[in-house]
């Protein structure tokens, strides 16, 4: 399951961010569209794309048949950066689970988690021009490895803030 953080993935996405031109609700709707035929590149079923938007506003873009995309709205005015981590909390297992967002608080909170994190770009990445899935579920190491050490010291300092088990 992809968790994607709406609002940040829309700005992102230069194709998706021109679509907010004509208002909100079409930008939803394009970044819905856009997660769909993804889900078709990748073979992903029902639900496999979950959006989290900022705001208490109903929308639902699956229609009839249950498709692979499900949006929500983070509840009583809250962000959907603090849904997104509130979903994480609910779950008993949350490894199978990626979180889409280019927001570092949001980032670092699913990495407590221990979920792993792709930015915007990096989720496009995943299917080439023709279509085709690449490296998916492979982490890519950029650098010579230091960040990736310490990235789990920040991880365990984080968890024991947030009190997070």
């Given amino acids: 399951m ?7 993935f ?3 996405i230069p194709e998706l961010r021109t679509a907010l031109d004509s208002g909100l609700q079409e930008a939803r709707q394009a ?3 856009y997660l769909k035929g993804l889900a ?7 639900g496999e794309f979950r959006i989290v938007y900022d705001g ?3 929308f639902d873009d699956r229609g009839s048949e249950p498709g692979p995309v499900r949006a929500d709205f ?3 005015g809250g962000s959907a950066d603090d849904e997104i981590i509130a979903l994480l909390r609910k779950m008993k297992s949350p490894r199978g689970v990626t979180v889409v967002s280019d927001d570092n608080m949001v980032a670092n909170g699913a990495r407590a988690h221990g979920v792993r994190v792709l930015r915007a770009a990096e989720l496009l990445a995943l299917v080439d021009k023709r279509g085709r899935s ?9 650098d010579d490895g230091k960040r990736i050490r310490n990235a789990g010291a920040i991880t365990r300092q984080l968890a024991k803030e947030w009190e997070v088990d």
């Fill in 40 to 46: 078709a590149q990748l073979g992903l079923k029902a």
């Fill in 31 to 33: 970044l819905a569209g």
């Fill in 10 to 12: 829309i700005h992102k």
């Fill in 2 to 8: 992809y968790i994607i953080d709406g609002y940040n």
């Fill in 134 to 142: 690449k490296n998916v579920g492979k982490p890519r190491l950029k």
């Fill in 74 to 76: 983070s509840r009583g």
């Fill in 56 to 58: 208490n506003v109903k």
